[in-house]
């Protein structure tokens, strides 16, 4: 059975609108829209699918290869977990959510750059009133200004591209670039500043910590995993697949990653707050994600973008749930309590580890196949660098996670339940979805040669990709 | 000619966006960059002495000298989203009005 995967776009809007007329189980259309999708998703086979039988360049296609295939899978499985964890927080935003879920879909499926501008719109409305749901209004009107001036700049760039090579299709607009790549590097740097403010790239991040700062566990994972993670995803296909870029634009971008990436890693270390400290981690993952994408290794900066997404995921998510526990997330006011949250505390423990890229974790064999690619490539100041920079990060992730297990020789123990005994069936399910994120995590750290061989097979033959040179657990390059 | 005075529109819009902290002023230089844009877009498609791309009995042949349709169709798209951007945002304005009292990003900044 095979299924288009335009019902993946289609059915959250359709449930959408018609959720209207039934307020009162707007809920069910939500986790019921949400899982569909994750259905569909199971049926959906690799190829293009034309829009309304016209064929590219002139009409829309929606291109499905394995890089769609598997951040389709990731992206609807996460979303879907999330509606059924805060069903309640997302009462009023069912609409706006699945709304969400449509565009992030079409995002990653589209073959077309205006139509590609069309659900960054929608997704940018929709993460807009997801944000401002913590009824921070200002807040969420500055991400608003962020993003209108983003999109701006993203529709500038395009039609600029347009007027020089005369299509719109992702496809051909590669063809026409490879054939005459010079004088596009305008068009080329106003999309990505575009896209930087959605991806939380420096400059453009000023929105990040007005909506993730107070974050609970509906926003939290919402904006700053899944948005992100869709985002980056959308810019490894542009950067990879689309368009070609000259050395001297991909220098100059690669400085913009690398700021981010070492501003986040410094803003993060200062920080006492448990989710200051996640949104500027993310802040400088971005960073890395991108330097990754921009200097051609398109397999690792997949990996690394969603076992990011997962743990980031993972970490929001708890840390939500744990401010309305503890009423705070002021690190020193939370000493000891995984020691009352075992369970919790493993899933929170096993995702920031694995950001981090300590050993064991999927994210140690992913940081040590870049940094050993870069070294290969003769490429020096570039992992001095990342070591730095994932060396600060593993202190401020390491002094977070200790203190709140408490392991010094004053043990104490708050006694506060993350998730209230009296809520067996959030409490259940919170542990299930967490604790099932981190062991994947583990076991993908523990079995790294088949994360490794699924990135390859999904950006093994992406335009870009530099020759593939994997470490897994079987040893060096060439296995 | 066009290119140019519709880019500057666009240029002017964002300067205002970005350096004014009153929000019904920050809204109208949104919409200032958008116009900015879609003229600057239909500029592009434009082609001096070419027809209007709609067939009718006086033109019935797609081989006549036609602007380039896209670009205006670009520009319907967009003024769409630009006016459901436009209501969400005095959406905004009329709930920071009722939490604060005032308009005033700065103000509100400082309150906080």
Partial sequence: MQMNPVLTIALPLILAFTKIMYRRIANLFLVLGSLLNVLVVFFIKEGQYLMG???????????VDAYALYSLLVLNVLFAALTILVTKKAENLTSSSLIALAALNGLILTGDLFNLFVFLEIAAIAAIIIASSSKRYHHAFHYMVASIIGSTFYLLGLILLYKQYGTLNMAKMHELML????????????IFVGLAVEVKLMPFSGWVKGVLKNADEWIGPMIGAIYGGAMM????????????????????????????????EAAAYDSEKMREILLYSGVAQSGLEILLILNGYAALSFILILSNMMAKYVMFLLSGYIVNAAGTDVLGDLKGLFRSNPFLGFAFTAAGLSLAGLPLFVGFFIKLNILYNLMMSHSYWLP????????VEGIYMLRMILGLWQTGLEVQE?????ISPSNIKTKYAVHAITLILSLAMVVFGLMPDYALDLAQKARGNAVADKPAMMIGMKGGPGQ | MMELLSLSLLFLGMYGLITKHHVLKMIVSMNVMEIGLNLFITSLGYQESHLAPILSSKFPSSALNFVDPLPQSLVLTSIVIGVGTTAVALAFAKKIYMDYGTLDLEKIEGRL
């Fill in chain 1, 179 to 190: 054939a005459s790549p010079g004088g596009s590097s305008v068009a080329v740097i106003l």
């Fill in chain 1, 384 to 391: 001095a660098i990342i070591l730095i920079t994932s060396l």
């Fill in chain 1, 233 to 264: 995803i959308v810019m490894g296909r542009l950067f990879t697949d689309v368009f070609v870029v000259s050395p001297k634009v991909t220098l100059l971008l690669s400085i913009l990653a690398l700021v981010t990436l070492v501003g986040g």
């Fill in chain 1, 53 to 63: 039988g016209y064929a590219p360049p002139f009409g829309i296609v929606l291109q």
């Fill in chain 1, 414 to 418: 708050t006694g506060i339940q993350i």
